[in-house]
């Protein structure tokens, strides 16, 4: 039986992946924000994860607004990465799961989740930075394959956070129903809060992040409720990116161990956060 | 009847809503056309001629010209797509939100070093009525 051992966190902040592939990592600006990943880079190497389901939203790469998915899951056996106006990253290409992948895609959808099923598609920043940032720069190849779980937020309304954090549980039961020995951690990624147009460009609020970071272990029915308005209010347009958390953390144990959390603005425009629960039993 | 849109009451955002992605559509596709160079290149070559092979509205199309980035936005336009606008003409994305929320570059990034915008005095529009 495969199950999932543990959850991470983070916002993709594309800046962030340009700070990497351009040297700058070791700059005043950019220092702080790697050095907090520091402990995480450890921590997944050690615990050597055999996949990563990683729930992200495209920018506009693989699906344009031609055709806007809520739901969607990565089913291919390689994942090329997205040129996205600046050339590609220079990362090696992401590994897919195909099958547990649509294993995924079956189950959830007799759950009553209705995925659509991508067989072909680039992965943006969204995907490539949290990789980057818990696996570092890998030569050739990842270190793992990859399951990639596509979640719209930019157009609105984007699903609401019992949505996500009920997929998280009909992830969970997926997982746990497929016949083979596999070691699966979950990336929720995206957020903190931010907002990155109009007149109120540039908001950050330190007290939601903090409280949703504290919740997010202690308390995630609170997280559950949060209606959109708030996100949108609090968060900042673009922090309502956070729900695609909940479905990390509704694919955990009800009761988890917080191993780290780091948090820091700002990156960009935003909110940086960043946090690692692990389930009672890996 | 209509959805409500208990956002309206944001201040200083659009809510990219299904309404103004409809409306956005090729505003937005034109801007998307910019992630190729060789599009880029037409583009700048002549912004007009190339604008009108996309079936925008003329309003849209002024907006691009005036490079009125919030207007875009009222528009229909996303900021994910944009900023693909602010990328060809070698913005980069802290200078647009500068510019977006009337502030210059300089003054912008030292809001964010000391760690943003607050919420305070941000939450509703009630709390702009006195802004100039």
Excluded at chain 1, 21 to 30: A, F, L, S, V
Excluded at chain 1, 224 to 252: C, K, N
Excluded at chain 2, 27 to 44: G, I, Y
Excluded at chain 2, 77 to 102: E, R
């Amino acid at each position: 039986m495969a199950r999932i051992i543990a959850g991470v966190a983070t916002s993709h902040i594309p800046a962030v992946g340009a700070a990497w592939d351009n040297g700058k990592t070791g700059e005043p600006y950019w220092r702080p924000v790697f050095a907090g990943y520091e402990r995480s880079k450890e921590w997944i190497a050690k615990l050597k994860p055999d996949v990563v389901i990683l729930v992200y939203n495209d920018h506009m790469s693989a699906f344009s607004l031609e055709i806007v998915p809520t739901f969607a899951v990565g089913c291919a056996a390689t994942f090329p990465i997205a040129d996205e106006g600046w050339g590609p990253r220079p990362v090696p290409p992401i590994k897919g799961h195909p099958e547990l992948a649509s294993h995924i895609v079956q189950s959830t959808v007799l759950d009553e989740f209705d995925m659509t099923i991508v067989n072909k598609m680039e992965v943006d920043h969204g995907l490539t930075v949290p990789m980057s940032l818990m696996f570092g720069q890998p030569k050739d190849e990842w270190p793992c394959p990859v399951v990639p779980l596509c979640v719209n937020v930019v157009v609105y309304p984007v699903p609401t956070g019992h949505r996500c954090y009920m997929l998280g549980k009909a992830i969970r039961k997926a997982v746990e129903s497929f016949d083979k020995d596999l070691r699966v951690v979950i990336f929720g990624t995206g957020g903190m809060s931010h907002q990155l147009q109009g007149p109120r460009a540039g908001l950050i609020n330190r007290e939601f992040d903090t409280r949703f970071l504290d919740n997010l272990t202690q308390d995630p029915a609170a997280l559950v409720r949060i209606p959109h308005l708030e996100y949108l209010r609090e968060a900042g347009s673009e922090g309502i990116e956070l729900v695609m958390w909940l479905i990390m953390r509704g694919a955990l144990d009800d009761e988890v161990k917080e191993v780290y959390r780091f948090y820091h603005v700002p990156a960009s425009n935003t909110a940086l956060g960043h946090i690692i629960l692990e389930n009672q039993r890996q | 009847m209509p959805l409500p849109k208990d956002y309206d009451d944001l201040p200083g955002t659009v809510v990219f809503d299904a309404d103004q992605a409809r409306e956005g559509y090729h505003l937005n596709m034109f801007c998307m056309s910019l992630m190729k160079p060789e599009n880029r290149a037409s583009f700048k070559t002549n912004e007009r001629a190339y604008l009108d092979k996309w079936p925008m509205t003329e309003e849209q199309k002024q907006a691009v010209l005036k490079r009125d980035w919030n207007g875009m936005l009222q528009l229909g336009g996303n900021i994910y797509f944009t900023s693909k606008i602010a990328a060809t003409d070698g913005l980069s994305f802290q200078q647009i939100a500068a510019m977006m929320s009337g502030s210059t570059q300089e003054q912008y990034a030292q809001m964010m070093i000391k760690g943003g915008r607050s919420p305070d005095g941000n939450r509703s529009k009630s709390e702009w009525k006195n802004r100039g």
